[in-house]
């Protein structure tokens, strides 16, 4: 099904749209840097979840984890639901320390806790990941689904789509800030959630002779019931291209392993997604919003691993394989491969009417554009406050700091346009900066858990422990890349590795503090109290619920 005039229509209206929201919301202009970066701190709970979602679902999501789906299955939802019981975590414990310090950034706790030299440290990084790896990314796999969905996987408009999607997201996000992202989050989130809706919906009235969606969803479930399996034995599944899915999802380690560090790390201490909570008019506000944010995560699953589990059934052949013979021929690369991450576009291409096809393309930009937006938005919020006013201009008005804050995102946003093209090119390079940040991430989570909440960990131990994190993680690579045969190495799934380096990171940093310090309390210690995690009524009643709910599906799924 070609994308016809009606489906053109509706995507330019959601545009149009888009822009007015933000346009109309900052009319006034943002006057100061709290008004730019935090929104003037007056986000109600529905906004600030809704901008979470829309932040945190992009093309990796309607892309990657629907191809995850195509290959693997419901396991790879763990991701989104454990991400809601993080979220849950992260409301109770880590919030009421960043609100009750006022602050703008996550790099400016390092400084409050630790030192100003392990700021600027973590803020460079945190910029040159951002732009490098977060912004460029995003545009590339962004534009890549348009060019399959609109130009049929050619490439021919790939560069015009990563330029009018970087275009689109500069658009309001340069201007209105904060407040602008977070508003059109709002709208962002209700179309991308029932566009996920649409596909998912759609493709499993097609699974079934009878049609409708239950007889879809139960003829898939009977097909192929290993792909419903959450937690994965050792050769349970193998993905289309032979790998066993093991070792990306390693049993229980998704419970009670390396997933907390990716899921801590990304939900607690990520300056594009935090953002919003320190954007809130109180404590209690931004608390709410983040049980709203686990309520949707509950649904993720359905709207973007479900689709990749109808493109398997229906591209599958007798003997269970997805092959050249049995697939459409997207699914096949030109070395005989599976491409599993056409599963979404596939869906959408071949079974998305005309009119509802302009709707569903939507919500993949505003996923794409709006998790942009966040993402410039944080780049700018984090040099600005924590590089150009403590270096450069230490004076600097109000009025200028907007400015900076602007003029960082665009210059961030051209950066990343002008590298997501090349990669294309990058084959298993670009796999290698995907998993860039799961080798420094353990470091850093151990150092921001041990500030938090343990008073004797000193400066000194924290930049050592954030150094001597990365060979630990290194050492934990190597096994994969030639040495398994050697005893001195550990051959280890990703994610076990993130664990015990997070684990020995903490080791490094509770002994090094402790021959520092001779056991005393530092003097940047962060005062603990019941007081301070004290929560209101709706978010504990909303807790329970959540928590049930989890219960309850890794019950049914196990």
């Not at 960990?457 to 994190?469: E, I």
Request: some cysteine; overall charge neutral; glycine content about 10%.
């Amino acid at each position: 099904m070609k994308f016809e005039l009606i489906d053109y229509a509706i995507f330019i209206a959601y545009g149009f749209i888009i822009i007015g929201i933000a346009f109309w919301v900052t009319r006034k202009g943002e006057k100061t840097s709290e008004d730019y970066f935090l929104a003037g701190k007056s986000l109600p709970w529905w906004a600030i979840g809704a901008s979470l979602i829309a932040a945190n679902i992009s093309a990796e999501q309607f892309i990657g984890m629907s191809g995850s789906g195509f290959a693997i299955g419901l396991a790879i939802a763990s991701y989104e639901w454990m991400a809601a019981l993080t979220l849950l975590i992260v409301g109770k414990f880590f919030l009421p320390i960043f609100i009750e310090k006022q602050l703008y950034t996550i790099p400016e706790f390092v400084e409050q806790r630790y030192s100003e030299n392990l700021k600027t440290i973590l803020a460079v990084f945190w910029i040159g990941l951002y732009v490098f790896v977060n912004l460029t990314s995003v545009l590339y796999l962004g534009a890549t689904a348009l060019d399959t969905i609109l130009g049929q996987g050619s490439g021919s408009i790939l560069l015009p789509c990563i330029i009018g999607l970087a275009l689109f997201a500069a658009l309001y996000s340069l201007w209105g800030g904060l407040a602008a992202v977070a508003w059109t989050d709002v709208i962002q989130v209700v179309l991308l959630i029932a566009g996920g809706l649409i596909t998912s919906f759609i493709a499993l009235s097609h699974v079934s002779p009878d049609g409708g969606v239950m007889a879809g969803f139960k003829m898939i479930y009977e097909q192929v019931p290993g792909k419903f399996s959450m937690i994965l034995e050792k050769g349970e599944i193998i993905t289309p291209n032979g790998k066993d899915a093991w070792w990306d999802l390693p049993g229980l380690a998704v419970l009670i392993g390396g997933l907390w560090v990716a899921n801590l790390y990304y939900w607690g201490f990520n300056q594009y997604i935090i953002q919003r909570a320190l954007a809130a008019k109180s404590l209690r506000e931004a608390q709410r919003g983040i049980a709203f944010a686990a309520f949707l995560k509950l649904l993720i699953p359905l709207i973007v691993v479900v689709p990749g589990i109808v493109a398997f059934v229906l591209n599958v052949g007798p003997d269970g394989m997805v092959t050249a013979e049995s697939a459409a021929a997207s699914f096949i690369g030109e070395n005989g491969n599976v491409i599993n991450d056409n599963a979404a576009p596939w869906l959408i291409s071949n079974f998305i009417p005309a009119g509802l096809k302009g709707l569903v393309v939507a919500a993949l930009a505003a996923a794409i554009v709006s998790s942009l937006a966040s993402m410039l938005n944080s780049t700018a919020t984090i040099f600005t406050m924590d590089i150009y006013k403590p270096y450069i201009n230490k004076n600097a008005s109000e009025g200028s700091l907007v400015n900076v804050g602007r003029i960082s995102a665009a210059a961030s946003l051209l950066i990343a346009v002008s590298l997501a093209p090349q990669l294309k090119n990058l084959g298993q390079v670009f796999q290698y900066i995907q998993e860039y940040t799961g080798i420094v991430s353990p470091g850093i989570l151990a150092v921001f858990m041990l500030g938090l909440f343990w008073k004797k960990a000193t400066n000194k131990a924290a930049v050592w422990g954030a150094l001597l994190s990365i060979p630990i993680a290194l050492y934990f690579k190597v096994a994969p890349n030639g040495w398994s045969d050697s005893s001195f190495f550990l051959h280890l799934p990703f994610m076990n590795q993130m664990f015990w380096t997070c684990i020995a990171t903490m080791v490094i940093i509770a002994g090094i503090s402790y021959s520092g310090g001779k056991g005393a309390d530092s003097e940047k210690g962060i005062p603990l109290s019941r007081q301070l995690f004290s929560t209101g009524r709706a978010f504990n009643i909303s807790a329970v619920v959540i928590c049930l709910i989890l219960v309850f599906l890794y019950a049914m799924f196990w």
